[in-house]
């Protein structure tokens, strides 16, 4: 297992180092760069100065180099939109604001999902089948997050005045935004908990179990939900570095201070250091998440093996 | 920051039904609690131990939450001279420029209590008041404005604002360059040290309207931190101004308090600024329920109002702001748009009225010219027979050119880019529609990033044969704005005629003179063409209905609300407004972190 960790997080900085060498060329060809204005383009020996002051006056190629031997000393660098601050420093203020918001995300819509997936499944055909599956589910994946937020902010913040309309401090900044986030994940989990709890339902060896005389509960809890969990790790797993990233639409319907404007904003301000962290964040967090999907296979199903290892 | 992003309150506690009933509820009596009601202050002293008017609030109610979209937005510095383009909100709050601008754009006295020229008309020389203070002890002084003036030509600031002093004080341009030192630039003390001397490169006229921009640094601190930056941080901040830093976080909040040191001659009715930054979002719902105290609307926003019954009573205040034009432009060096009478034929193709009645009232006047009236110097009347709608005309013209009905004409790319508050997709989309329509030619709609339609246009030679773009002014004064179109400027329009009336313009100091000249800059402008003007665009605000003051009322053009350059220091609405008595109970939360 540790060697095949080793090898997976040694891929893993590979790919990284060919990202960032790609997303550098990249955004040095688009046309604009960071201290392009709009109103009144600065004359030569101004804009001159300004290239000269944060090093884009060299080549690219050793811009290049300085970023990752930076990186190398744990410096990302400075970005050029509030060069008052640091990279890591910027990140470091935004990204917890996303993370609990992701957190509870990643808590409600899970848990609300298997428990919703289970229950369709369980009572599949009947009302609360239908409630579940075809009420909310079809609701949670067809509207957009941010229509969700705009719906709850005109109910609960305009018309009843019961929450804030959004802002960041007080625990009860978080429950709108939980909630419009959380809606789109949770019917996609229900619906693939159903669907993959209704086949195992009808499996060889759940029929077979039954025959022998296992009780329902055992059946339900040690081979119907354990099998159904198998295909809902992959949904999951794609799913955790996009809402711990943040959402843009979120954010800035709730005016939380997070991570996920700066995906944007970096990238219209041609925020080059910035960019290049953003990339790695989402490049190990892809990784990462890769990497457990594929180690929590074997936990819920020892069958699975991970390649490499000695069977 | 708040507690939450130390992750502490995150921590939520085991909920039972009951449990959640109970915090449910206790919940919303908190955010109910939230709303405030203002009490009478009137007579009362506010923190600047200024005697509050009649109707006013309480002192501690006198505070202005103002929203900021961040969308597009960076936020570096609060000082003109650190930063222009990415300054903070609230930014210039902590001087005093020499100049200041009134309600009715006229330029009044700042720091300085007068100026005047000298003879040979090569030097401005600006009288400072005595007994301005530092917060840090020290007097304010001609050495702050000589020490900022020089501070913002360093080649190692590489200051984003150069190009507004380059060519107007002496050596500022060759100081820009590096070619001789800082110290050698036309800004000076004079006789004393509450005088101020500035050196133009030739006869300036303009130089009062363009001091509007002296907000200075201290230039004490200046040499202790090496750079404008000290004041984004509340224990360094050092200011002259009625107000001081006490919480800068660009992301999320940026607050200023009473600076109880101040002894400047504007006080502020209003002790506490909040600017409440948001990454975009909808603001209309942050107003309605009383987070910010004031908003910005657009068209959009304007026709949800208009169906809320508290909204729709509210007055919608306009104004200019800072006179921005949007129009289309082309590049004059290559065919099609290189001859005169295609451009000509496109402008009189546009009903810019029913243009603006349809798609941005209430919020745009018809731009005829490049000028927005009520701007210095701008006319109208006179530019009427070169972009009046007369589609004969403009197909006759589109003839004379050698495309007659479009024939031959070469299919164009039409450039722009997404602005909410100018509606600017409804209107390409119906100019395209009238010109291929009236004329019988083919321009196809090409929409790009802000950033990229700018790099594109401003490349020499262009590489954007046709956009839809705007400009706003920069300081308030036709030299301002026609210096757009003057040869190698922002457009490859070059046209010596013109630019000799510009420089002519920029040195006459004689007002009925400048109209005479700028006047006839303008016809010629129009006629030829290198760009097709489409509207004046109108800001629309609406403020709670507690905010009031004279800064409000409308002006001797008939604008109303906070206009151009807004509530600070380099405006005199700043003693205009005040928060008063909330008698139509509309809603208010008081912002966390202020007493």
Known sequence: ?????????????????????????????????????????????????????????????????????????????????????????????????????????????????????????????????????????TVGVALPNYVVGFLLISLFSVKLGWLPVGGWGQPQDLILPVIAFSLYPMALMARYTRASTLEVTYADYVRMGRARGLSERRLTVRYILRTALIPLITIMGPNIPNILTGSIFIEATFALPGLGSYFTTASLHRDYPLILALVLIVAVLWGTCYILSDVAYTLVDPRVRLEGLSR | MSDLSSGQSARLPHLTRRGFLVGASALTLAACGNTQKATSGAGSKNALGLKLPAGAASAGDQYYVLPFDSTGASYKALDFYENVYSRAPLADQFNIPLVRLNQNYQIVPGAAGGWEQSADKNSWTFHLRKGIMWSDGKELTATDYVETLRYSADPKHAWDFSWFWSGVIKNYTDAVAGKVPTSSIGVKQGKDKYTLVIETEGPVAYIPSACLYTTPLSAAALHKYGSGSYNINPATCVTCGPYTLTKFD????????????????????????????????????????????????????????????????????????????????????????????????????????????????????????????????????????????????????????????????????????????????????????????????????????????????????????????????????????????????????????????????????????????????????????PGVFIFHLLYGYYYAPYMQGKALSKNKNGYDGIQWPGFGATSDSLQGLYVAQNKQNWPRQKPSGIS
Request: hydrophobic letters at 40%; glycine letters at 6%.
């Open chain 1, 1 to 137: 297992m540790v060697a095949y960790l080793a090898r997976r997080f040694l891929t893993l900085l590979l790919v990284m180092f060919v990202v960032t060498m790609l997303i550098f060329g990249l955004m040095h060809a688009v046309p604009g760069g960071p201290f392009d204005q709009t109103q009144q383009p600065l004359p030569g020996p101004a804009m001159a100065n300004v290239m000269r002051k944060y090093g884009l006056d060299q080549p690219i190629w050793r811009q290049y180099l300085n970023w990752l031997w930076a990186l190398l000393h744990g410096d990302l660098g400075i970005p050029f939109e509030q060069p008052t601050m640091t990279v890591t420093g910027l990140i470091a203020k935004a990204w917890p604001i996303t993370l609990v918001i992701g957190g509870l995300t990643i808590l409600v819509s899970y848990v609300g999902g298997l428990v919703m997936g289970c229950a369709a499944a369980l009572r599949h055909n009947t009302w609360l089948d239908w409630l579940l599956t075809s009420a909310v589910s």
């Open chain 2, 250 to 529: 660009p992301t999320a909040q940026v607050v200023l308090g009473p600076n109880k040191k101040y002894t400047g001659p504007f006080k502020p009715p209003i002790d506490t600024l909040v600017g409440k930054i948001y990454a975009g979002g909808d603001m209309l719902p942050r107003f309605q329920t009383g987070q910010v105290d004031q908003l910005s609307v657009t068209p959009l926003d304007l026709k949800i109002a208009a169906k809320n019954p508290k909204t729709k009573a509210l007055h919608l205040y306009k104004n200019p702001n800072d006179f921005e034009i949007w129009y289309t432009f082309f590049d004059t060096k290559k065919a099609p748009f290189d001859n005169v009478k295609v451009r000509q034929a496109l402008a009189h193709s546009v009903d810019r009225d029913s243009l603006i009645k349809s798609l941005l009232a209430p919020l745009a006047t018809p731009a005829y010219g490049y000028l927005t009236p009520g701007y210095p110097f701008a006319v109208e009347d006179p530019l009427k027979p070169y972009t009046n709608y007369d589609p004969a005309k403009a197909k006759s013209l589109l003839a004379q050119a050698g495309y007659p009905n479009g024939k031959g004409f070469p299919p164009v790319k039409f450039y722009w880019w997404a602005n909410a508050v100018s509606n600017t997709e409804a209107v390409v989309q119906a100019l395209t529609h009238t010109w291929n329509s009236t004329l019988g030619i083919n321009i196809q709609l090409q929409q790009l990033d802000k950033t990229t339609f700018y790099a594109r246009m401003n490349k020499k030679p262009t590489e954007i044969q046709m956009g839809f773009v705007s400009y706003g002014m920069d300081y308030f004064d036709a030299s301002n704005m026609l210096s757009v179109y003057k040869s190698d400027g922002r457009h490859n329009w070059n046209n010596a005629q013109y630019d000799k009336l510009l420089a002519k313009g920029a040195a006459e100091s004689k007002p009925p003179a400048r109209q005479e000249i700028y006047t006839e800059a303008q016809v010629q402008l129009t006629k030829e063409a």
